[in-house]
Nanobody
Framework: VQLQASGGGLVQAGGSLRLSCAVS????????WGWFRQAPGKEREFVAA?????YYADSVKGRFTISRDNAKNTVYLQMNSLNPEDTAVYYC??????????????????WGQGTQVTVSS
């Protein structure tokens, strides 16, 4: 299974970015999909997940939107109203549907390589 994250970059505070995660080598609908992020010196943290429902960290709720395109085997993370605290490497990840804690990194079987998001003030 391969996950290829893209779409990161440098943006000013208040701006937007859309991350993409292209997936290959698995049955896309057999997994749920998550986005995590890791800032320098911090642990990797949950951002959002999608199965048949969507789930968000409190810090991004109302600003970020996770979605999936089953026909394209791609997961997206639309990020609006970005602020400097959102600066991190963002990772997409896949977990089998029988996993229960979508917020936990240990539940995920496969990870992408990460894409850097930098928000300037």
């Amino acid at each position: 299974v391969q996950l290829q994250a893209s779409g990161g970059g440098l943006v000013q505070a208040g701006g937007s970015l859309r991350l993409s995660c292209a997936v290959s080598g698995c049955t896309f609908v057999s997994y749920y999909w998550g986005w995590f992020r890791q800032a320098p010196g911090k642990e990797r943290e949950f951002v959002a997940a999608i199965s048949w429902s969507t789930y968000y960290a409190d810090s991004v709720k109302g600003r970020f939107t996770i979605s999936r395109d089953n026909a394209k085997n791609t997961v997206y993370l639309q990020m609006n109203s970005l602020n400097p605290e959102d600066t991190a490497v963002y990772y997409c990840a896949a977990a089998l549907l029988d996993r229960t804690n979508y917020r936990a990194t240990y539940e995920y079987d496969y990870w992408g390589q990460g894409t850097q998001v930098t928000v300037s003030s």
